[in-house]
Every structure is written in structure tokens, then in C-alpha cells.
């Protein structure tokens, strides 16, 4: 039995229904979703509904029914998974900020780990959480015994304040211009502002966007490869991606190509197939066997039907005649495909081709990879 519909009870239903929706909203901007809920977003009206008319049409032609009831259009927040997100930026639920704040002291470890857990809830809005909690969550670990004391009061006190004061709000500030950091993080502990306000990494600068072309251009002067190129901006600047713009600009540096001694090779480009039988044909020989013989091998390039015809000569004369027996059962083909050997190289045989109408196509020398189906 095949299951049509996701069965209830599947550990993995979960993880399987927000990958299938993931991957319907795949590449939508403006567009994310948590399970069932989806949110859709833009900076301007506009935007929104550009947003919203691609998501609608995704959803129809992926067969995703709406509930109406459930769906909200063009409102400036939304609750969305436990946070109310708007313009100003995330907000906590304010039902649980009451709760939060409203709370009394705890009287045991279960309602210290109830409170613990409305505190991670609202982690973000809460500076420096884990330190501020760190006596609170001692008394929670295995084998230690109950005692509420000032410390624990003054950190229960400040956790309360540090919600209150906020309001739950974050990223709430009209002015912010959305600057990601992340690149940064990896070196964060090792930058420093000098008097003038030149951001250091150590003793490297960090270069504005505009100037590290040219600082590229400064680096690599002295025309040298990528290693040696990078090493020297490293010891000099910095910014995020540095490594992957040195290889691009070596790469196109006409000098660098010139003093280059390594081959490169041409592309490979595909054969194109044949769309019927016996429209292209590769030939060749094997042998000579201990009895003296060879094979003459045809084969089509569309079916890999072969022929074989035994012949005790490889001359251009025999081999015509061998031609002439498989080609009057099935007729003359459009293109034979051979090497450049004898007899294939002779003009006796190019002009028993050229009579019959046959384009006469040779691999390129050396590339046993040309007569592969003969060779299989």
C-alpha cells in the first residue's frame, strides 16, 4: 500500500512538511515559513505586493490550499511563531513579558526552571542573559541544595528589569542601515579604532570598498602568483573575501597568462546523437588474429547495432568490397566516422565515400575516446 497523504504519527512529519514547503517557496524573496506559517514582507507597499502576488501563484500551481480565516494582508505587525514582528523591529509577546515581570520569587527548582525558561524566551532582548542568570542556574544543577539568597534576588531583580526596560524591543533603532557584520566576527576580538578612526585588524588596515581594487592592483605590481600575492596583502590589509578576489585578478592579468607554462587544454564539446539508425556509423579494424584474419567492425552510433565481416586484408579495395555487402541490407549511411589510418586515409576510399554520398568525418589523432562505440 502507497500512502497518498502523510500519515499521522510519522516521527519525521514535522521535518518532511517544512522542506516541502520550504522547497515550494524556494527562491521567493520577501517569503519564510515556519511549518504551516508563512510571513510575507517588503519595504514598501509596493514591494509587498509584488511579494504577495508571486507567493499566491506559487502556492496555486503547487496545488497549497489558503485558510482564509487564518490570513492577514497588508499590516503594518504580526505575530508571527511567539515574536510580534513589525517595522520597528522584533517585539516579545507582551503577554509573556507580564508574566515575566510579574513573576514571584521562586520557592523551588521547578519554579526557578520555569522562570529560567520565559527568561531564554526572551534572550535577545535581555543583555548579557547568561551572565546575569549564571547564580540562578546553579541552583538548578544535580545535588545542590535549595537556598534562595541576596545574590539570587538581585540576579531574579535584574532579569525582571532587563525586560521591563526594553519593553522587549530589539533592532528597534529607524536609523539602522542593516550593516552586516557577519564577515567580522571571525576577527572581532582583533579589531581596534585607532585616534583617527581607522579600524585595525592587529597591524593591518582595513580597506574601504572602494580602494581595494586598487590596493589589489598595488599587491599584485610585481606581477606574481596568487601564494605570493597573498601573502604580502595579508601582511598589510584585510577585508572579508580578500582571498577570492586575489585568484579572479591573477587569473585575468594578460602578463601572468603569458609567463604561464601550463597547457590548457580546449573544452570538450558533446556529440551531437543521431535522431534515427544507421545515420552515423564508426568503423574499424581488429586484429590481425593468430589465423591471420582481421575484423572489419561497424557500428551504428544511434542503436549500437554492430556489423562484423571477416576479411584477410586491410587494403582499400577489400574494404570497399565488405562496405558494399552491409550497406546494400541497409542502405548507405550519412556519416562514417573512422581514425586516420589505412585504408581510411586513402583518396581511393574518400572518393568511394564522396560518390555515395557520405560525409567522411576522422577522429582527432591520439584521442582513443573519437572511436569509443567500436571500442566498447
Known amino acids: 500500500m502507497r500512502c497518498k497523504y502523510l500519515c499521522f504519527g510519522v516521527n519525521s512529519a514535522p521535518e518532511q512538511f517544512q522542506y516541502a514547503i520550504q522547497q515550494t517557496l524556494e527562491r521567493l524573496e520577501g517569503v519564510r515559513?515556519?511549518?504551516?506559517?508563512?510571513?510575507?514582507?517588503?519595504?514598501?507597499?509596493?514591494?509587498?505586493d509584488?511579494?504577495?502576488?508571486?507567493?499566491?501563484?506559487?502556492?496555486?500551481?503547487?496545488?497549497?490550499?489558503?485558510?482564509?480565516?487564518?490570513?492577514?494582508f497588508n499590516v503594518d505587525s504580526i505575530w508571527f511563531c511567539g515574536y510580534t514582528l513589525s517595522k520597528d523591529g522584533i517585539s516579545a509577546d507582551k503577554t509573556k513579558i507580564a508574566a515575566l515581570v510579574n513573576m514571584k520569587e521562586p520557592e523551588d527548582v521547578s519554579q526557578l526552571r520555569s522562570f529560567l525558561g520565559l527568561a531564554t524566551?526572551?534572550?535577545?532582548?535581555?543583555?548579557?542573559?547568561?551572565?546575569?542568570?549564571?547564580?540562578?542556574?546553579?541552583l538548578t544543577n544535580k545535588g545542590v541544595v535549595w537556598k534562595w539568597t541576596g545574590g539570587h534576588q538581585q540576579a531574579f531583580n535584574k532579569v525582571k528589569e532587563g525586560i521591563a526596560k526594553d519593553s522587549g524591543h530589539t533592532n528597534n533603532n529607524k536609523n539602522d542601515n542593516n550593516i552586516d557584520l557577519t564577515p567580522y566576527h571571525s576577527i572581532c576580538n582583533e579589531l581596534t579604532v585607532s585616534d583617527n578612526g581607522i579600524v585595525l585588524p592587529g597591524?593591518?588596515?582595513?580597506?574601504?570598498?572602494?580602494?581595494?581594487?586598487?590596493?589589489?592592483?598595488?599587491?599584485?605590481?610585481?606581477y606574481q602568483g596568487i601564494v605570493k600575492t597573498k601573502t604580502l596583502l595579508r601582511t598589510k590589509v584585510w577585508w572579508p573575501g580578500i582571498d577570492r578576489e586575489v585568484e579572479p585578478l591573477i587569473a585575468s592579468c594578460i602578463h601572468c597568462q603569458a609567463a604561464n607554462n601550463?597547457?590548457?587544454?580546449?573544452?570538450?564539446?558533446?556529440?551531437?546523437?543521431?535522431?534515427?539508425p544507421w545515420q552515423v556509423i564508426h568503423g574499424d579494424f581488429y586484429g590481425p588474429f593468430p589465423s591471420g584474419e582481421y575484423l572489419l567492425v561497424l557500428m551504428d552510433e544511434h542503436s549500437r547495432f554492430p556489423e562484423v565481416e571477416t576479411i584477410r586484408s586491410t587494403t582499400t579495395a577489400v574494404t570497399i568490397g565488405k562496405l558494399d555487402k552491409i550497406f546494400s541490407v541497409h542502405g548507405f549511411p550519412i556519416e562514417f566516422v573512422s581514425d586516420n589510418g589505412p585504408p581510411f586515409n586513402g583518396h581511393e576510399f574518400h572518393n568511394y565515400l564522396t560518390q555515395n554520398g557520405i560525409k567522411h568525418r576522422k577522429i582527432t589523432p591520439i584521442l582513443a575516446a573519437g572511436r569509443r562505440p567500436t571500442h566498447t
Open 33 to 48: 515559513n515556519i511549518a504551516d506559517s508563512i510571513i510575507v514582507w517588503g519595504k514598501s507597499l509596493k514591494e509587498h
Open 50 to 72: 509584488t511579494h504577495i502576488e508571486a507567493r499566491m501563484k506559487r502556492l496555486s500551481e503547487n496545488n497549497v490550499i489558503l485558510n482564509v480565516s487564518k490570513c492577514k
Open 121 to 138: 524566551y526572551c534572550e535577545r532582548f535581555i543583555n548579557n542573559l547568561a551572565t546575569i542568570t549564571a547564580p540562578l542556574r546553579e
Open 203 to 222: 597591524n593591518r588596515l582595513v580597506m574601504l570598498k572602494k580602494l581595494r581594487s586598487h590596493t589589489l592592483n598595488i599587491g599584485h605590481a610585481q
Open 262 to 276: 601550463s597547457k590548457i587544454f580546449e573544452p570538450l564539446k558533446m556529440t551531437t546523437m543521431p535522431s534515427k
